[in-house]
């Protein structure tokens, strides 16, 4: 059940192809999320890593805000 959670797509039905652009943003952000987490707690220089995480993010809500339901960007 946490792969569900962690690669949560949209309610909206999508072509397979924006499907795949989806789940592969969303693979980016949840493997930069825990590389910026690792960095952080082993206090290593964590700042490249911080920037990369939030711009995937962004990205990540982009894509739902536009192509998706935006009752998705809620949880």
Known sequence: MIPLYLL???????????LWTFLTCNVFVVTAGIVFMYKLFTQ????????????????????????????DLLG
Not at 8 to 18: D, F, I, L, N, P
Not at 44 to 57: L, S
Request: aromatic letters at 8%.
């Open 44 to 71: 290593k220089k964590v700042r490249n890593a911080g920037i990369v995480f939030g711009i995937a993010i962004a990205i990540n809500y982009i894509l739902i805000a536009i192509l998706g339901d935006p009752f």
């Open 8 to 18: 949560h797509v949209t309610a909206v039905q999508h072509s397979e192809s924006m």
